[in-house]
């Protein structure tokens, strides 16, 4: 069992989570380190966003312990959320709200003052070069810009740690990679990433990754580890071959 | 605090960018109180009628001329066969029938009682008795001023001319419905809108998913919820200035009360509908949900509150269940204070319930609503 360490972004031991007597989350346990791009990789329904949504505070575990920012997932969520920025699947924007009227209302929230909020908003317009896009209404945008908007809207308080959860759900494949050079210069900042996803080519970006299947972590290391580990070529060959055996 | 004001400006940003909600939110209350005034308020008149005179005398003939001169009747058939006047009601072409007996005049020269049959349509048990009422009223009449043309002798054995009401009709001397009803359909749609908006406002938001990005940020919850309703309590009063407005230039409805402490009141009991449709919100999962939530609630707030039925002739239980309806109180205010005048000295006992409901109401939806998902 692993020590409580502050150098650790995110720790959690033996986590579980029940709906009824499903168990979509089953005793996991894993840690990421300050700074890292921390990969949830998995099917549909293996538990990827209830881990993410308990480790946010949105969901209350049944068992385990869990600490993000050093701060316990039971009892100090209040606290947690002041720390973490989250984009869920749905990239949860104000539609009939403009580019600049969205990230002003989400910085609103999390209390900035205004001198500060809209410093912070010119610097991730800048960052996200969403220049062209301030005055159009969030409606009007295509998938890409989209999804842009909504990581720019998610690290506008400059979180420790930021959760995205399958970010790059029906975006092309140049937006995938320009939103992936985003995330390394947000890692390169320091801010630790934890992102859920089942595109295999993007598992390839991350630092470590650990695979789920039914709600249990079935794998665990860096890219090359697991490639190595399990012998095959890609870490898609490695999904594979974890998961059907696992089916049978 | 900042973090309500940016609540607070998203709403309105939002409301000013939907071309249809802003068509709604003029249209609504003036065409609510137009139409709805001249509905609800609709007096008995032009009830349909059929006579059949046995008689055939000239007191026959001058009590129907009395009766076909009155705008609460519609004379509109003559059937001369008693036998047939039932058909006029079965075909649902008359609401009453009259039947003056043959031996009218002989009688009352003799002053011999006359029995003067009525055959009435109780469908509809308000109207019926209303437009009896009437019949009774222009009879009675008749047979006064016959009786006053005629001999001191025979007006002495009239018992009804030695005691004669003198009435006086307080507040609302004309008797016009409009002037009870119309404040009640503001009320009404006070009532309506503000429930509405703010159930469907948070649902709205859990169903296209912001409402989980507004629960992940570090903002409380009662921060959230007072940012969502001060626009929707705004909205209301807008609507409710612009549905009395409309009201006293069309319908002349009186207000004679103070206006200062009818606002007052007002945001009062919208603590109590803004606070049921948080509590709306807070149980349901879509929009649908929620609005069929709204209206099964809705109903019986709107007709246990004595806007439309008196509440003193609901059943003893109804009457009590009453009390827990705070549209009852505020139904109350607004009448009391348009019609009569009525100042806090004696609205405060209404108000200091109203106080009470809204305290309840609002803190358990805040109680309900969970800062985590399901």
Not at chain 1, 90 to 101: A, C, G, I, P, R
Not at chain 2, 119 to 130: E, H, I, K, M, P
Not at chain 2, 187 to 202: E, K, P, R, Y
Not at chain 2, 269 to 291: I, Y
């Amino acid at each position: 069992m692993k020590s409580m360490d502050n150098a650790y972004s995110v720790e959690v031991n033996d986590l579980t989570k029940k709906f009824g007597r499903f168990v979509a989350v089953d005793h996991i346990s894993f840690y990421v380190q300050d700074g890292e791009i921390f990969g949830f990789l998995g099917a549909n329904g293996a538990g990827k966003t209830t881990t993410i949504r308990m480790l946010c505070g949105l969901i209350r575990p049944t068992s385990g312990q869990g600490r993000v920012e050093g701060l316990d997932i039971f009892t100090q969520t209040e606290a947690i959320k002041q720390d973490i920025g989250y984009m869920s699947q749905k990239f949860s924007l104000y539609d009939d709200l403009t580019v600049e009227e969205n990230l002003v209302f989400y910085g609103g929230i999390y209390g900035m003052p205004s001198s500060e909020l809209s410093l912070a908003c010119e610097a991730v317009i800048q960052r996200m070069d969403l220049v062209s896009q301030v005055k159009k209404l969030t409606r009007s945008l295509p998938a890409g810009w989209k999804q842009r908007l909504a990581l720019s809207c998610a690290i506008l308080h400059q979180p420790k740690i930021l959760f995205l959860d399958e970010p790059t759900g029906g975006v092309d494949p140049i937006s995938r990679r320009a939103f992936w050079d985003a995330i390394h210069q947000l890692a390169e900042g320091g801010t630790t990433i934890f992102v859920t996803t089942h595109y295999m080519d993007e598992a390839e970006y991350c630092n470590r990754l650990s695979i789920m299947h039914e709600g249990r972590i079935i794998a665990l290391g860096s890219p090359m580890e697991l490639k190595d580990r399990y012998q095959q070529p890609t870490v898609e060959q490695v999904f594979i071959d974890l998961v059907k055996p696992a089916k049978a | 605090m900042r973090r309500v004001l940016h609540i607070i400006r998203k709403e309105f940003i939002q409301i000013r960018r939907d071309r249809t909600m802003r068509a709604l939110i003029l249209l609504v209350p003036i065409i609510q109180i137009w139409v709805l005034g001249y509905v609800i308020s609709s007096e008995v008149k032009h009830v349909s009628t059929v006579i059949c005179d046995l008689d055939r005398t000239s007191t026959s003939r001058a009590l129907i001329e009395r009766l076909s001169h009155t705008v609460y009747l519609n004379v509109r058939y003559h059937e001369e066969r008693e036998s047939l006047v039932g058909e006029y009601l079965d075909a649902g072409r008359a609401m009453i029938a009259v039947v003056l007996p043959a031996g009218l005049e002989k009688n009352l020269q003799t002053l011999q009682p006359s029995r003067i049959q009525l055959l009435v349509d109780g469908q509809d048990a308000n109207t019926a008795n209303v437009a009896l009422g009437h019949i009774a009223g222009i009879l009675e009449a008749y047979l006064t001023d016959r009786v006053r043309s005629q001999s001191a002798a025979a007006l002495l054995s009239e018992e009804i001319h030695l005691l004669t009401p003198v009435v006086q009709v307080w507040y609302n001397p004309n008797l016009k419905l409009s002037d009870f009803m119309i404040p009640g359909i503001v009320v009404f749609l006070l009532t309506m809108i503000t429930t509405l908006v703010s159930a469907m406002g948070l649902v709205r938001e859990r169903e296209i998913g912001t409402l989980e990005q507004l629960l992940v940020a570090p903002i409380k919850k009662h921060e959230l919820l007072i940012g969502k309703i001060i626009p929707f309590a705004l909205l209301g009063l807008f609507e409710m200035g612009l549905a009395i407005g409309f009201a006293r230039l069309w319908y002349h409805i009186p207000i004679v009360g103070n206006l200062g402490l009818y606002l007052l009141l007002s945001i009062i009991f919208l603590f109590t509908t803004l606070g049921l449709g948080l509590l709306v919100s807070a149980f349901s999962h879509t929009q649908q949900q929620a609005m069929f939530m709204s209206w099964f609630i809705l109903i019986f707030v709107l007709l246990m509150s004595g806007f439309l039925f008196p509440i003193e002739n609901m059943p003893r239980l109804a009457q009590w269940l009453t009390y827990l309806n705070p549209m009852r109180y505020f139904i109350l205010i607004t009448r009391e204070l348009f019609i009569k005048g009525a100042g806090l000295r004696h609205l405060y006992i209404q108000g200091l319930i109203l106080c009470l409901f809204g305290a309840l109401i609002f803190t358990f939806s805040v109680l309900r609503f969970q800062k985590r998902l399901k």
